[in-house]
């Protein structure tokens, strides 16, 4: 449930967890869980950013979902460029682009060993930060995700939500 805060909320480097949902009407799958991290640079080749521009990697799971109930083992490998629109302001709209790799665990290689299990990932978030004491931040976004494999599970509604904490 954390995310990354850009520069305008502490300092240039965050870390923190991540909790990101998925609206598909069915049970299972429905939380992926992970760490995260950001860099949001003061200048980017010259140009006076302001921590406008954030660049994040992520990994996220739904190994602690599947720990407690029957679902699949399924990890996302992210790097996601985030626009802040205000970064030093109490309410930050935000734009997200994640780009990254996907697979998930063939529970049976006898029957399903054939099919694809990993493919790319893009999708594209938007949503809001709220920053708070100049090093933390909530976080919520929703969007659209897609994935280059015909035969893998597909998430496409995916939504986070995240509090963050930023360093120098």
Do not use: C, K
């Amino acid at each position: 449930m954390f995310a990354a805060a850009p520069a305008g909320a502490g300092g240039p480097w965050s870390a923190g967890l991540q909790s990101r949902g998925f609206v598909d009407f069915e049970p299972g799958n429905d939380f992926a869980h992970g760490l995260q991290a950001g860099y949001a640079p003061a200048t980017l080749f010259g140009w006076n950013a302001r921590g406008r521009l954030e660049l994040r990697a992520a990994y996220l799971t739904t190994r602690l979902e599947a720990s407690y109930r029957n679902v699949l083992r399924h990890d996302w490998f992210l790097v996601s460029p985030v626009w802040h629109f205000r970064p030093a302001r109490l309410f930050d709209p935000t734009v997200q682009l994640d780009l990254g790799w996907q697979r998930y665990d063939v529970e049976n290689e006898a029957i399903f060993g054939d099919l694809e299990n990993s493919g790319a990932v893009r999708g594209l978030q938007v949503g809001f930060q709220v920053n708070l004491a100049r090093r933390y931040a909530l976080r919520y976004a929703f969007g659209y995700q897609a994935t280059t494999t015909a035969s893998s599970a597909v998430y496409p509604l995916p939504f986070t939500l995240g509090l963050a904490m930023s360093f120098p």
